[in-house]
């Protein structure tokens, strides 16, 4: 897949924080504790929108195989980063592309096991064409583990409200958390208010509908509960 697959948005600059700041929040560990949970004895994964990395890391770590790809390069330059801090069995079972969800790079065998889209579909313009790849992509019995904003304009403060207490509770709301959250806050506001950034919107009914209409067959799990009430998790058969 060629490197003009890369666009150049706002996660140029949000990259860093994001990767800084996003592991540490509490409710982003429980959401990605699903996705763990829900990927167990899965061998092959494939990553969609992988990101900085922050799910395929636990995922080569217990031993299964993942691609991931990303349509961004400061992003995807920080999960490579993450990849070469593991030992090299580890790095043998990551494999990281440019690409772009809405038509999976070439490099990206079939047959998987499962599928994650962690995050990824509130920039995507046609779901249904994107949660087609997925299909595609996955054998017989594999699954899609998604999640995504449920509402336009999500409320960023309500999650970095509940996110400090939780801290503060912690004993962990040092000067680096607070470094990281103001700029993760400016760059944020900028993405939950810009309409060019954040286009597509589904509550938890309306993604286990569209995963039926694409020919997903069995909910296994589907939430409203993560980000504070702000994101749904659906976890769906094929």
């Not at 060629?2 to 509490?26: C, G, K, R, T």
């Not at 503060?168 to 103001?182: F, H, I, P, S, T």
């Not at 286009?199 to 296994?220: I, Q």
């Amino acid at each position: 897949m060629p490197a003009s697959v890369f666009v150049d948005n706002i996660w140029n600059d949000f990259a860093h924080s994001y990767d800084e700041m996003i592991p540490q929040l509490p409710c982003y560990q429980r959401q990605l504790a699903k996705i763990v949970r829900d990927t167990r004895e899965r061998p092959y994964v494939i990553d969609a929108g992988c990101g900085t990395g922050l799910v395929g890391l636990p995922l080569v770590q217990r031993g299964q195989r993942v691609v991931g790809f990303d349509n961004n390069a400061a992003m995807l330059r920080l999960a490579a980063r993450r990849q070469e801090r593991e030992p090299d069995a580890v790095r043998a079972r990551w494999t990281l592309l440019p690409g772009d969800v809405s038509a999976f790079p070439k490099e990206v065998e079939g047959g998987a096991d499962a599928v994650v889209m962690n995050n990824v579909l509130f920039y995507v313009r046609d779901p249904e064409a994107v949660l087609r790849e997925a299909w595609t992509h996955l054998k017989p019995g594999g699954v899609l583990c998604m999640t995504s904003n449920k509402r336009p304009r999500p409320d960023l403060e309500k999650v970095l409200t509940n996110s400090i207490q939780e801290w503060r509770q912690e004993g962990r709301w040092d000067a680096r958390l607070q470094n990281a959250v103001e700029h993760h806050r400016t760059c944020a506001q900028r993405l939950t208010t810009d309409p060019n950034e954040m286009v597509t919107f589904l509550d938890t009914d309306a993604a286990v509908r569209l995963l039926e209409k694409v020919g997903f067959s069995e909910a296994l799990v589907a939430d409203g509960d993560d980000y504070y009430g702000e994101n749904f998790y659906v976890c769906m058969r094929k």
